[in-house]
């Protein structure tokens, strides 16, 4: 069964961290690489679990030099993105290079956090945004990095895990329509967050 909580003692301390970063990284790396789907020209889900966020909080922790001090807090921001086992989470981001076609793009995307959906058996999970999270600005230009739950029953799931399952990723934001069939090793992977 898939841990679904990190706490103070699974986080290394940062010397111990630091011997092995290149593989846990490595390890981790290879986790995510069917945990990953481009949706339209500019959008990439990652779907997170307990082991992308144990790294998340490592590295943090590495980076910003915080010690012990740092994790509850880091514990705090990525703990609520580890799947709970009748869902799954991502992290997407909307990656455009240009600084300047991006804030044109940005601007154009409020509320697409909203918008997300996967589809499967007939049926459409909707995404929901990461409770505490405020990524449309009051002007309606969209964050570059958004946090969504998709919250499914048991039938939903059930009809997820059917190995060869038609599993559509996408969005139904105006300006932003895309969608996309995820790979049979995707759906197989995201399949072990459940349960």
Not at 39 to 63: N, R
Request: glycine share 8%; aromatic share 8%; proline share 6%.
């Amino acid at each position: 069964m898939p841990k679904r909580i990190l706490t103070e003692a699974d986080i290394l301390p940062t010397a111990e961290y630091a011997k092995n970063r290149q593989e846990h990284r490595r390890k981790v790396t290879e986790k995510k690489r069917n945990r990953r789907v481009a949706v339209g020209p500019h959008i990439t889900f990652y779907f997170e679990c307990w082991e992308t966020m144990w790294l998340q909080v490592q590295e943090m922790v590495y980076i910003e030099k915080g010690g012990a001090e740092q994790v509850p807090g880091e514990l705090e921001a990525y703990n609520p993105l580890i799947p709970n086992g009748s869902e799954l989470t991502a992290t997407f981001m909307i990656e455009i290079d240009d600084p300047n076609r991006r804030k044109r793009v940005l601007d154009t995307l409020g509320g697409i956090e909203e918008t997300t959906f996967i589809r499967v058996g007939g049926e459409t999970i909707r995404g929901v945004a990461e409770a505490d999270q405020d990524r449309t600005s009051a002007e309606g230009k969209a964050s570059s990095v958004q946090f969504v739950h998709f919250p499914f029953t048991p039938d939903q799931i059930a009809a997820f895990s059917t190995e060869g399952a038609e599993v559509i990723l996408g969005f139904s934001h105006p300006n932003y329509g895309h969608m996309t069939v995820l790979p049979e090793t995707v759906r197989a992977e995201l399949t072990g967050d459940f349960g």
